[in-house]
């Protein structure tokens, strides 16, 4: 943890700071921010997602004490805080109502009510992959869009959808489950109770799931447990089984996003996760699969692109939450 940049604002730019945290299951990261998206300050602490509901709000209160008090030190003002988190949040953006499998006891948890009270700052909570998808329209690899779709590829799938410069995510904040778009009809298990989802065949760990099999079927003994870093690897080495799942694993992403294309039209699809820096070759081949499946007319001023600020986005549009909310009170 630490100072990451010195910059207070330019000599007669008048600067707002925010404080934005990302919850995980493993880390709570956090950070002072300023409308720019220099980090002044940053952190990180153990989120104590599997003790209790209760040390994960202590967890939190310490992470907003340290950039108070790093604020209070510089001699800047806070306008807010954002936290993303994982779970539903209400359509106010003050509740976590539940759906965070990773954090025990995480459900109706008033927690920017919680929060506020103890720092006397304005709160704002809302889902971790829409907050790391407001980080790229807002810094990174969107900026300057409107109308972004952000989808991670990784344990599962995720994401977020942002029209006219907002997060949309349906009648009260029920949908944009982007992992869960009905994909294969009387298709696998998925854990949110449905079968054949997106994620059940086109994330990371379907890739690596449905690899093992395909070795397994063949004979093919693996030296060691393979990652979808691993079947990159054997992929660029024209390993016939990384190649065949590979090939598998793009239509799937293809034919999930290219549903997507048709009926949201957006400039940019951002697609982050790991697996997504892999190289241009994977953006690539996206590219190809969503051409296929798609209609030309909706897609044709759609542009697909990697992430790029990796795991400072959700931070940062955490961050960029509160400076929005502190622009709507004025």
Same mark, same amino acid.
């Given at each position: 943890?630490?100072?990451?940049?010195?910059?207070?604002?330019?000599?007669?730019?008048?600067?707002?700071? *925010? %404080?934005? /945290? !990302?919850?995980?299951?493993?880390?709570?990261?956090?950070?002072?921010?300023? +409308?720019? &998206? $220099?980090?002044?300050?940053?952190?990180?602490?153990?989120?104590?997602?599997?003790?209790?509901?209760?040390?994960?709000?202590?967890?939190?209160?310490?992470?907003?004490?340290?950039?108070?008090?790093?604020?209070?030190?510089?001699?800047?003002?806070?306008?807010?805080?954002?936290?993303?988190?994982?779970?539903?949040?209400?359509?106010?953006?003050?509740?976590?109502?539940?759906?965070?499998?990773?954090?025990?006891?995480?459900?109706?948890?008033?927690?920017?009510?919680?929060?506020?009270?103890?720092?006397?700052?304005?709160?704002?909570?809302?889902?971790?992959?829409?907050?790391?998808?407001?980080?790229?329209?807002?810094?990174?690899?969107?900026?300057?869009?409107?109308?972004?779709?952000?989808?991670?590829?990784?344990?599962?799938?995720?994401? *977020? %959808?942002? /029209? !006219?410069?907002?997060?949309?995510?349906?009648?009260?904040?029920?949908?944009? +489950?982007? &992992? $869960?778009?009905?994909?294969?009809?009387?298709?696998?298990?998925?854990?949110?109770?449905?079968?054949?989802?997106?994620?059940?065949?086109?994330?990371?760990?379907?890739?690596?799931?449905?690899?093992?099999?395909?070795?397994?079927?063949?004979?093919?003994?693996?030296?060691?447990?393979?990652?979808?870093?691993?079947?990159?690897?054997?992929?660029?080495?024209?390993?016939?089984?990384?190649?065949?799942?590979?090939?598998?694993?793009?239509?799937?992403?293809?034919?999930?996003?290219?549903?997507?294309?048709?009926?949201?039209?957006?400039?940019?699809?951002?697609?982050?996760?790991?697996?997504?820096?892999?190289?241009?070759?994977?953006?690539?081949?996206?590219?190809?699969?969503?051409?296929?499946?798609?209609?030309?007319?909706?897609?044709?001023?759609?542009?697909?692109?990697?992430?790029?600020?990796?795991?400072?986005?959700?931070?940062?549009?955490?961050?960029?939450?509160?400076?929005?909310?502190?622009?709507?009170?004025?």
């Amino acid at each position: 943890m630490g100072i990451q940049h010195p910059y207070l604002g330019r000599k007669g730019i008048i600067m707002k700071y *925010a %404080i934005g /945290i !990302d919850l995980g299951g493993t880390f709570i990261k956090y950070a002072v921010i300023d +409308e720019e &998206g $220099h980090f002044l300050y940053n952190g990180k602490l153990p989120s104590l997602a599997s003790t209790s509901k209760d040390a994960v709000i202590g967890q939190l209160k310490s992470a907003m004490t340290e950039c108070i008090h790093f604020a209070n030190t510089a001699n800047i003002t806070l306008c807010g805080i954002g936290i993303g988190t994982p779970g539903i949040t209400d359509e106010t953006n003050r509740r976590v109502l539940g759906g965070a499998e990773n954090i025990t006891g995480w459900e109706n948890v008033p927690l920017a009510d919680i929060l506020e009270k103890e720092t006397g700052l304005p709160v704002s909570v809302a889902n971790d992959a829409n907050m790391m998808g407001l980080g790229e329209q807002a810094f990174g690899a969107a900026k300057g869009c409107s109308d972004v779709l952000f989808i991670t590829v990784g344990t599962g799938i995720g994401g *977020a %959808i942002i /029209i !006219d410069s907002k997060l949309y995510g349906g009648y009260k904040n029920r949908g944009t +489950e982007i &992992g $869960h778009i009905p994909l294969i009809a009387n298709g696998e298990p998925c854990a949110c109770g449905s079968v054949g989802c997106l994620e059940t065949y086109a994330s990371t760990t379907a890739l690596v799931r449905r690899f093992v099999r395909r070795c397994k079927e063949q004979n093919i003994q693996l030296e060691r447990e393979p990652d979808g870093k691993s079947i990159i690897k054997l992929y660029l080495e024209s390993h016939p089984v990384a190649v065949e799942s590979m090939n598998e694993h793009w239509s799937f992403l293809g034919h999930g996003i290219a549903g997507l294309v048709n009926i949201f039209s957006p400039q940019k699809i951002v697609i982050g996760g790991g697996i997504s820096e892999a190289g241009d070759f994977y953006i690539a081949r996206i590219e190809q699969e969503v051409a296929l499946y798609s209609i030309a007319d909706c897609r044709v001023n759609t542009k697909i692109c990697a992430a790029m600020l990796g795991n400072k986005a959700g931070t940062m549009g955490a961050a960029w939450m509160a400076f929005l909310l502190s622009k709507n009170k004025k």
